[in-house]
């Protein structure tokens, strides 16, 4: 499913005192099966953004083309919108509220008119996808450690079927275990799935693992765009904007100051370390 996104501008409070604008003519295009990471600091319009891909939002001006359909055009499509683009909020376990995670995976499909019998089979594999044992779905979700939580949201927002996939912020607040377990099975759901997904994510270290391509959003804008390579290389720029490279890129660039012959673009450990057992290995 390819996201076209034109000339959006997006105005909070307009014609009063404490009017904003939160997005300011952007413009991004998005093929089906990307992964998507979208990074900017607090209040640079990265939610804003995302809302307006399930129409959560309505455009000031400009459009949004989601498999040649222009989602704002038709109020009476909104439901089915919104079966397409999934969005999980930063801290979905707060929208918890079954009494078992059975029931509360099985809520979005139920909701949508599915039959029972398949609304349990999209129950059984969305909790399958995301690591969650049959032997606790009669649990209830408020037992779970914080990391399982988020998985059981994701799952609810999986069993809608979904073509892509919006996570804001998905491993917040979490230990580096559950941290790694999240972004370890969102991996696993876009390569098994060929789900689009548009992550959003203050850690670039998390967007470097695993993001085809990167947007950067400054005061509504877009600011930079590219692959991971291209823009962790620009770390004045990102600077400018009050963020960073990862730290793989700053150890990069002091190498490269100190006289080590290391290239461009380095900004996950697994390359910097490929690189300097290349430059042992000539010495």
Do not use: W
């Amino acid at each position: 499913m390819s996201i076209k996104i034109e000339n959006l501008t997006h105005i909070y409070s307009k014609g009063s005192p404490f009017e904003k604008k939160a997005l300011d003519n952007v413009n991004i295009t998005i093929e089906k099966g990307e992964f998507i990471g979208l990074i900017g600091h607090t209040g640079s319009g990265k939610s804003t953004l995302i809302q307006h891909l399930n129409v959560l939002l309505r455009p000031e001006t400009g459009s949004i083309i989601i498999d040649g359909e222009n989602i704002g055009a038709d109020k009476s499509r909104l439901k089915a919108i919104r079966s397409k683009v999934g969005l999980v909020f930063q801290y979905p376990e707060h929208q918890l509220f079954e009494m078992t995670i059975f029931k509360d995976v099985a809520f979005g499909p139920s909701n949508m008119g599915i039959s029972a019998e398949e609304t349990k089979k999209r129950v059984e594999d969305a909790l399958e996808i995301v690591g969650i044992s049959p032997d606790i779905y009669e649990k209830s979700p408020f037992e779970l450690s914080g990391g399982q939580k988020r998985r059981v949201a994701i799952a609810g927002v999986l069993a809608m079927k979904p073509e892509v996939l919006v996570l804001d912020e998905p491993t917040a607040g979490l230990d580096p275990r559950g941290r790694d377990e999240i972004l370890g099975r969102i991996k696993d759901m876009h390569e098994k799935l060929n789900l689009t997904v548009i992550l959003v994510s203050h850690s670039m270290e998390d967007i470097a693992r695993l993001v085809d391509r990167i947007f950067v959003i400054n005061h509504g804008k877009i600011a930079l765009s590219g692959k991971p390579a291209e823009i962790f290389a620009q770390i004045e720029a990102l600077e400018e904007i009050g963020l960073a490279s990862t730290q793989t890129a700053y150890v990069a660039k002091s190498l490269q100051e100190a006289g080590f012959m290391l290239p461009d673009g380095i900004y996950t450990p697994e390359h910097i370390v490929e690189e300097i057992l290349k430059e042992v290995n000539k010495c």
